[in-house]
């Protein structure tokens, strides 16, 4: 693979001196490439891109001063120039999301949005996320989650982030929003780039940049530097070859180490992209792209652990890797006239190959360091009453211990015909959306162990259970997951759904309303039924032929325009997940349907292209919410499965843009959220223990009810200084609310007094047991800062450079939960600086 990109990025740069001698300014923007716009460009009019989405460029497009609903866009100054580190920090910076970096190297990362996703099955499963207006999840419909996240922060050129009203277009999932990431388009003429970024993590215990080997635990001062080192190489070459033929081909390598201590980290990212510009009416645009990586995940430490060194790798057998097949096509005719009835129609198809492999320890679970091996050593160590077995969870030499192994492939074919039909009679303007998509998905997963069948001590601490000597591995074998489900899925899906909406404005587009209305029809076929034996029949059946509905309204009304331009708005949306596929939840599936009802009400105020304030109120009422936290059933035909429940999560997002002077820019932003479980049901922890008292009223876990924003960048003749900041306030890791660390105080070995658990099943747990809570969760508020310098530039040569440090003081933060490491603190990258260096030419 390395060796076809490199040969193509060569013969890309031999052809383009004879490209040079046409120096002409061809204008593509209505296939969505670089350039300016004419007459026959509809960007802004109807919804363009691969998948029908549109992709301001910044706040200031109008496109978003008129969108009836909190919108943010990441445009590609404030992504490269304001000390963003990753795709993930870069989300840091829109109201309402809160990411939980636990890699730092951007693999991975786990989303929550307006409350939702943090108590899930992790892995971004509240919002629904496009590269390029397409879907990436693993199965876009069964298996939300980002097993694999394909795309890396070199490559990208903006992102728009939308909350509510997208349900309609853009298909299930989208209660929580839409995140689009809009890679770098082909230039109008032949460009080539080639940019290193390297990153140094300041790790030797808690943060140091530099440290002997007795503060390390490095063999050498040099292996030191070089286990905190992260390269991120990239590089691009494309432009149009004649006015109607484009190319572009990109490759970024990103090797080295995460911000954890032995985290090797490798991740490459290929894509190539091609438009054929037809004629003024037709167009076709085409991309393939190839994406791998193999990352440690470290995982959570112990609280004793966290306080020694936070960078700690105390579980090297968790690791994750996977690989990507994304490719795809969208053939665009443009008819008519906008002023009187005119628009676009497009055919769009995609598809996809995803494998992931996740390699776990069984005592992934755990964050126990307490040694014992009899109740009365157990409760002279401090730990309850009933327990009368416990090994730190680093401890691997004893029976029963287990690798595990989770290989999961996919395999989705979706096409999309779609129509944009503008009809104008003067008094009222009306833009009909409509279209239908049909996808197929293949989702085949397998759980292999790797068990410890060591001989045991025959006499002393530990008899018949720690080994009599080196571990004796059985090689990996499938496994009976949970006790319940068998060791393979075959599942064959498709999904249907047509969709219509029409925009209806007046008053000189001063007044709009948009009904809308998708029909989605969900197909469930598995070839291993015996998987879900323990499901009624009756709701079995309702997994194989599904019907949801998802209706939708957006109204708008200007009541200023001009220069001074006022938005009030108004807009509500259903939407639905379907039921889940190995989920990380204490059932491993989630066979019912979710529902949300979601409405926002705010107002927009800006005044030209200087000042931007939006206040929005927002409102998710969750039908049958899959927690994966805290509600399971503890008895009957269902045991061991989530249990669905109510709840709703409501804030309010003030968010605002200045531009006081050329040149310089502020953002900031605030936002409240407050979430609550509205069902009677009793209160359980991830054991299946039925705690005091039930769910209702309590708030969800994992959510900071307060966050605050606030970034600027000035720029100097040839140089730019960029800030960026993000508030956190304190959140509940548990559903009992309570400010005490962990369901016994602190985190133990949960196999209590069931002995034969450990041997049996290779698992430090009675069940798929996760997270029990760890208390408050720690506020933070992290502070970036770059400075960007042109250093030379003459004609189409540029040369660049930045300097950043992110995390400027260090502060110390931790998460806990489903989507980082279920026991135990997991940590937030500490301080790290990022040097930049970039030709263009």
Known sequence: MHKKVLLALTASLICQESLFAKDKDYTLGKVSTAGKKDKSDYSGQVNLGYSGITAPKSWQDEEVKKYTGSRTVISNKALTQQANQSIEEALQNVPGLQIRNATGVGAMPTIQIRGFGAGGSGHSDATLMLVNGIPVYMAPYAHIELDIFPVTFQAIDRIDVIKGGGSVQYGPNTYGGIVNIITKPIPTQWENQAAERITYWAKARNAGFAAPPDKTGDPSFIKSLGNNLLYNTYVRSGGMINKHVGIQAQANWVRGQGFRDNSPSSISNYWLDGVYDINENNGIKAYYQYYDFAIAQPGSLSEQDYKI????????????????????????????????????????????????????????????????????????????????????????????????????????????????????????RQTFIMGLRFMTTTFLQRQYLNTNECPTKTSGEGAGFLCEGANVMSGWQPHIKHGVYRNWNNWRNNYTAVYLSDRIEAWDGRFFIVPGLRYAFVQYNNENAANWAQIPEKDLRKIKHMNNWMPSTNI???????????????????????????????????????????VEAGARYTYKDKFSFNADYFRIWARDFATGQYSVYTSGPMKGNVRPINGYSQGVELELYYRPIRGLQFHAAFNYIDTRVTSHGPLTDLNGDVLKGTSYN????????????????????????????????????????????????????????????????????????????????????????????IFWENGRHRVTGSLQINNIFNMKYYFTGIGSSPAGLQPAPGRSVTAYLNYTF
């Open 556 to 598: 708008g009304f200007i009541p200023v325009q001009g220069d001074h331009n006022v938005l009030t708005y108004f807009n509500y949306q259903r939407s639905f997940v379907p039921p889940q596929l190995d989920v990380l939840s204490y059932g491993g599936a989630e066979y019912f349907t979710q529902h949300f009802d979601t």
């Open 698 to 789: 309590k708030h969800f876990p994992f959510v900071s009810p307060f966050q605050f924003i606030l970034d600027a960048r000035y720029n100097w003749h040839k140089t730019t200084i960029g800030i960026s900041s993000y508030f956190y306030s304190r959140a509940y890791s548990g559903i009992s609310n309570s400010a005490a660390g962990g369901y016994y105080g602190m985190q133990y070995y949960s196999g209590g007094n069931n002995y034969e658990s450990v041997l049996n099943s290779g698992y430090q747990c009675e069940a798929w047991c996760m997270t029990q809570h760890e208390g408050l969760l720690p506020w933070y508020w992290v502070w970036n800062i770059q400075v960007s310098q």
């Open 309 to 428: 060194n936070r960078f700690a790798n105390l579980r090297p057998i968790n690791q994750k890797g996977g690989r990507s097949q994304r490719f795809g096509a969208v053939y665009e005719n443009r008819f008519g006239d906008l002023d009187k009835v005119g628009g676009t129609f497009s055919f769009t198809y995609y598809g996809q190959l995803m494998t992931r492999d996740f390699q776990v320890s069984s005592s992934y679970n755990s964050a126990n360091t307490v040694t014992c091996f009899s109740e009365a050593a157990c409760r002279a160590a401090g730990l309850p009453a009933g327990y009368n077995l416990a090994v730190p969870y680093y401890a691997t030499n004893y029976n029963g211990w287990a690798e595990v192994e989770n290989p999961v492939r996919s395999i989705n074919n979706a096409f999309e015909p779609k129509v944009n039909l503008i009809v104008n009679t003067g008094k009222v």
